[in-house]
């Protein structure tokens, strides 16, 4: 439905990982190797989906993931996700490249947490922090591994140059009325808590998109966290850990939790998917930090496999990201609700009465 409803360059800047797609590919293909051994003869007519998280409660272990450039898919699709996310009671966490502003999206009762990028000019970080602490953001979740941008070579069958669009993109385009009149004439979305340190003429989602990568600092290192965790006194994510011993380091810093990421595949190819570095990194540290994974989450079952391998919840981004294109908030908050539906289905099917009865003898390979 989503490709249905949005132009090739927009869907495919959703579906595209980097250079070859190995990454993209591997982390679907971690999740199916893992097959389950489900216990059987327990009665499982009151199991629940419920959990928590950082001490408040959850309805199913997800987080919705930090997604930029939402906007390219339908006008205020950031506020439509958040809004979804507080009816599912999970939170959602807003991108620093988002299209809209944290108070823009917040909404009674919502759960709401911040991406943060770390920039060469540090007043936008700054602003990111200060927006994010007025707004009452839960967390700050620090992206570690995209401040070197990944090899995006889809974007060579969409465009004929920086922020312009092929012939062939164009003419498809105009097959889809529906998004054009609501996104693509009123003009595309900006990247609003940036906009105003960018140049005038990248403004706009059409030429940012090839300016904020270079805005990036590639310095970044731990004394960065350490900084940060000095200066936001909230929960404290850091979101691009696959190694056991920068697990540990981030609990040595005080860090609240952290994000198993090959950011969804599109940075480094042939990067190990993050399901598979999960067992060794919670025997190292589960019992000290929260552990979330990402990429390549798309059933409620590959939700079943991370927690049962030590995770205590999952984040997800493209499978949401198909809810909003295809049905605005209502199809994002069905996106979960699917998700939710088969969550509980296997919990029931693996004689599991509760997400803590998750465990690794479960699972083979």
Same mark, same amino acid.
């Given at each position: 439905m989503a490709r249905r409803r949005t132009p090739y360059f927009a869907f495919e800047y959703v579906e595209g990982g980097a250079e070859d797609e190995v990454a993209l590919r591997r982390n679907r293909a971690a999740?199916?190797?893992?097959?389950?051994? %489900?216990?059987?003869?327990?009665?499982?007519?009151?199991?629940?989906?419920?959990?928590?998280?950082?001490?408040?409660?959850?309805?199913? %272990?997800?987080?919705?993931? %930090?997604?930029?450039?939402?906007?390219?898919?339908?006008?205020?699709? *950031?506020?439509?996700?958040?809004?979804?996310?507080?009816?599912a009671g999970v939170p959602f966490c807003l991108s620093t490249v988002s299209n809209l502003l944290p108070g823009d999206v917040a909404t009674e009762g919502a759960r709401l947490w911040m991406q943060l990028y770390v920039f060469k000019d540090l007043a936008i970080?700054?602003?990111?922090?200060?927006?994010?602490?007025?707004? !009452? /953001?839960?967390?700050?979740?620090?992206?570690?591994d995209a401040n070197v941008f990944g090899g995006r070579e889809w974007h060579l069958r969409a465009y004929r140059g920086p922020g312009q669009l092929s012939l062939r993109s164009l003419i498809d385009v105009l097959r889809h009325p529906r998004?054009?009149?609501?996104?693509?004439?009123? !003009?595309?979305?900006?990247?609003?808590?940036?906009?105003?340190?960018?140049?005038?003429?990248?403004?706009?989602?059409?030429a940012g998109v090839t300016v904020i990568p270079s805005l990036f600092a590639p310095t970044i290192s731990w004394d960065d966290v350490a900084r940060l965790r000095d200066r936001w006194r909230r929960r404290l994510i850091i979101?691009?850990?696959?190694?056991?011993?920068?697990?540990?380091?981030?609990?040595?810093?005080? /860090? *609240?939790?952290?994000?198993?990421?090959?950011? !969804?595949?599109?940075?480094?190819?042939?990067?190990?998917?993050?399901?598979?570095?999960?067992?060794?990194?919670?025997?190292?540290?589960?019992?000290?930090?929260?552990?979330?994974?990402?990429? !390549?989450?798309?059933?409620?079952?590959?939700?079943?496999?991370?927690?049962?391998?030590?995770?205590?919840a999952v984040m997800v981004g493209r499978a949401t990201l198909y809810g909003v294109a295809a049905g605005g908030e209502a199809g994002a908050l069905r996106a979960i609700e699917i998700l939710r539906s088969e969550f509980d289905r296997q919990l029931g099917l693996l004689g599991c009465r509760s997400v803590a009865e998750l465990t690794p003898d479960l699972l083979h390979r």
């Open positions: 999740f199916e190797e893992l097959r389950f051994a %489900p216990r059987t003869l327990v009665d499982t007519s009151s199991r629940t989906t419920a959990t928590s998280l950082f001490g408040a409660p959850l309805s199913l %272990p997800l987080v919705v993931a %930090p997604t930029g450039l939402n906007g390219v898919l339908r006008r205020g699709a *950031d506020r439509m996700l958040a809004h979804a996310a507080a009816r970080t700054a602003r990111v922090l200060e927006r994010a602490e007025a707004t !009452g /953001c839960e967390a700050l979740v620090f992206t570690t998004w054009l009149m609501e996104v693509g004439i009123p !003009g595309l979305p900006r990247f609003e808590n940036v906009v105003e340190f960018l140049p005038e003429h990248a403004r706009s989602a059409r979101k691009g850990i696959l190694r056991p011993e920068d697990a540990e380091h981030a609990v040595r810093l005080g /860090c *609240d939790g952290i994000v198993l990421t090959n950011h !969804g595949g599109r940075q480094l190819d042939a990067c190990v998917a993050p399901i598979e570095v999960l067992p060794e990194i919670a025997r190292a540290v589960r019992e000290r930090i929260t552990i979330l994974v990402d990429s !390549g989450v798309r059933r409620g079952s590959d939700i079943a496999k991370a927690v049962a391998l030590g995770a205590h």
